[in-house]
């Protein structure tokens, strides 16, 4: 997937949907780390703020959690809620 910088979506939701779909596939497994914002920002060509926006659509997603200094771990599937 990449990023249609002019749609109607904006960035930090088409970057937590190409994870959200990393996720589901099981390429992020559970109980590993989602990549850090340097190197979403890398990948994506997107501002911090904008990287950090996506995984927290995750976390509030029930994806992932979030680790203060850590950063961001996918959930294991019996932890998250039922869509």
Do not use: C, F, N, W
């Amino acid at each position: 997937m990449s990023i249609d910088r002019d749609g109607p979506t904006p960035v930090y939701l088409q970057v937590a949907a190409i994870l959200r779909a990393r996720i589901e596939s099981g390429e992020l497994a559970a109980s590993r780390p989602v990549p850090s914002e340097s190197t979403l920002m890398g990948e994506h060509g997107i501002a911090r703020e904008t990287a950090r926006k996506a995984v927290r659509v995750l976390r509030d997603e029930g994806l992932v959690q979030i680790v203060q200094g850590r950063g961001a771990y996918v959930l294991p599937a019996d932890q998250r809620p039922k869509a």
